[in-house]
């Protein structure tokens, strides 16, 4: 399959993750394999690239695209989670690393391949999973749980105004037959929201599948996770490159960093330090980079983009 796929702020992650060509990087979400080609190309015979994607499809579209590509480094393309990024490196005799990078979201090539059920612009069964061999599928979730728990997963991760009475239309449709493809979910919500509302902003279907998606695969949890690991396995002066394309993502991220950048945890009454706390990380970026407009008129979808980077101590 041809994945045209662009790479976001790419100029801005090669840069701040500050490429050396005998280095060892991982990108933990390599979807169309575009940072990791470009990080590649950057690394002689003693570099190493090591990839990391769940999907299934990516992982074959890539591995293609890095074969044909003549590459001077080592490189590793790995079907898993990035969560299990420590045992994936100490499969591969890699202890530690001097950058990695993790671009979250759902990938271009995702939302293009309309049978997977992603997009609300195009009709397909509800699966929405990025690994396919997990059983639980946007179905599922839709059909099975609770009005409740659909109102809280569409008003938290979708931030959707309009969550209690979507999750309400669902449950009333279900009760006559199941909820099986994204046009009838579709169906639902524009049912669900006022025609006013329905005028006003992005596509009503938007903010209810992003949030489904993310309860699929389970996407907060496994940042939560997988930063704290995947500073531990950074070098002294190693760099973290988060890309997040959420509010709820960049906000995990900003105070993650900034938990990590504790030095001491003691409460203030405490008249010296007790828990022997030590800062793992510097901040570099301050605020999180964005796309240039140039980059946004060229590519709509890095319009939410947000870089934040740190360095390991």
Request: proline fraction near 4%.
């Amino acid at each position: 399959m041809d994945m045209h796929h662009e790479s976001v702020l790419l100029s801005e992650c090669l840069e701040y993750l500050n490429i050396k060509s005998s280095g060892t990087y991982v990108d933990g979400t390599l979807g169309g394999g575009g940072h990791t080609s470009e990080i590649a190309i950057r690394l002689s015979d003693n570099g190493i690239i090591v990839g990391i994607d769940r999907d299934i499809t990516a992982i074959r579209n890539a591995k293609e695209r890095l074969d044909r590509m003549n590459l001077a480094c080592r490189y590793e393309v790995v079907h898993d989670e990035f969560v299990n990024i420590h045992n994936i490196l100490e499969k591969l005799s890699i202890e530690l690393v001097d950058g990695i990078l993790l671009d979250l979201g759902v990938s271009s090539f995702q939302l293009d391949e309309g049978d997977r059920g992603f997009s609300y612009m195009q009709d397909a069964p509800l699966d929405m999973r990025m690994d396919q061999r997990q059983t639980i599928t946007a179905k599922e979730v839709i059909n099975e749980y609770s009005e409740e728990s659909l109102n809280q997963i569409i008003r938290d991760y979708g931030e959707e105004k309009w969550a209690k009475r979507i999750a309400s239309f669902i449950a009333a449709r279900r009760n006559q037959k199941p909820i099986e493809t994204s046009f009838e979910l579709v169906s639902i919500i524009k049912d669900a929201i006022p025609a006013k509302a329905r005028r006003e902003g992005p596509h009503p279907a938007k903010r209810t599948f992003q949030a489904i998606r993310m309860e699929v695969n389970q996407e907060l949890q496994q940042i939560e996770q997988v930063l704290e690991i995947a500073v531990k396995h950074l070098k002294p002066g190693g760099r973290l490159c988060v890309i997040s394309f959420h509010s709820l993502e960049d906000r995990l991220i900003k105070n993650a960093y900034k938990k990590l950048q504790q030095d001491c945890i003691c409460p203030p009454q405490f008249p010296e330090c007790q828990c022997e706390e030590q800062s793992l990380i510097r901040i570099i970026t301050r605020k999180p980079v964005i796309p240039a407009a140039e980059e946004v008129e060229r590519n709509p979808r890095s319009r939410s983009a947000k870089l934040r980077v740190a360095e390991r101590l």
